[in-house]
């Protein structure tokens, strides 16, 4: 496997010894949120629900599913104190939206972190339409499959952020573990 060794210098916060682009470029923390938003039109209900969350002031990439190494989880409002209206943030994100009336949706992240903090764990997306299942006990399992199907091992620790909403004109859920490089 070829890894980037280029070494960054000459940028405001970056030492003289460099720092590789693979560093650069792996997030430290991680903070996860939900929102709902509602509107009669569809794209306004997710601006509501992303406001919701707290992450409406990013430009949001989607990314895998991806827990990564060594990775601090912090609290929404210290994640988003880190970051910059406008600024490109990787987020892994489940997202529903419609519009059929009285419905119920959800969005859940799940998480398996496993107990090396040297290894990566898993975050699963999962959205849908309710009903009898705990959607977000599922989240939990889908992320702990993909780390023992990888590792062969049981993660230390499984949780997840659930958003469900009952449907009203539109209405998004979102769900999403938010990197911060």
């Known amino acids: 496997m070829n890894r980037i060794n280029t070494k960054i210098t000459g940028i405001h916060g970056i030492s003289e010894q460099g720092i590789s ?12 949120t939900s929102g709902t938003g509602r509107h009669e039109d569809e794209l306004v209900s997710f601006e509501l629900a992303l406001r919701d969350a707290g992450i409406e002031k990013f430009n949001l990439v989607t990314v895998s599913s991806i827990y990564p190494p ?3 989880e912090i609290g929404v409002d210290k994640g988003v104190s880190m ?32 107990e090396d ?17 705990d959607v ?16 062969g091992i049981k993660p230390v620790r499984t949780f997840n952020v659930t ?16 990197l911060v490089l």
């Open 21 to 32: 682009m693979n560093d650069l470029l792996t997030p430290k923390k991680i903070f996860f």
């Open 117 to 133: 903090p040297s290894l990566n764990g898993y975050l699963s997306e999962y959205s849908g339409y309710c009903n009898e299942e």
């Open 70 to 72: 060594g990775c601090e």
């Open 83 to 114: 970051l910059n209206p406008g600024q490109i943030v990787f987020c892994v994100m489940a997202k529903k939206t419609s519009n059929e009336e009285g419905r119920e949706i959800f969005a859940s992240i799940g998480s398996a972190v496993p």
């Open 163 to 178: 958003e469900k909403a009952v449907v009203k004109d539109y209405t998004t859920v979102v769900a999403a573990a938010v």
């Open 136 to 151: 977000g006990s599922y989240s939990e399992e889908m992320a702990a499959l993909m780390l023992e199907s990888a590792f």
